[in-house]
């Protein structure tokens, strides 16, 4: 069993930035594939970005160059920087673990990650 935890939301204004993170606990989080994703009102949730257990990444296209995943095993927490944000971040965002991945595997699918978080709120004014 792992628990997840986020924080690092907040409000921002359009070109901010805000790093999110996410720990977890227990003693097994290297062996996990992490997830961030989000929940904006009206929509269904998206795939952000994830990083595997031999840290390769995979982001979705409206976040790459802007959005940084990363990991560190030594403090089970992953981190999602976020640099110049828009409007169209807004959303509730969560952090997920998926313990089936293989060492360099990146999967997008919800479905398959078996872990989540509460969910930090992330807001940008433009």
Known sequence: QVQLVESGGGLVQAGGSLRL????SGRTFSSYA???FRLAPGKEREFVAVISRGSTTKYRDSVKGRFTISRDNAKNTVYLQMNSLKPEDTA????AADRDQNYYETTSNGYEYDYWGQGTQVTVSS
């Open 21 to 24: 993170s996410c720990a977890a």
């Open 92 to 95: 509730v965002y969560y952090c």
């Open 34 to 36: 992490m997830g961030w």
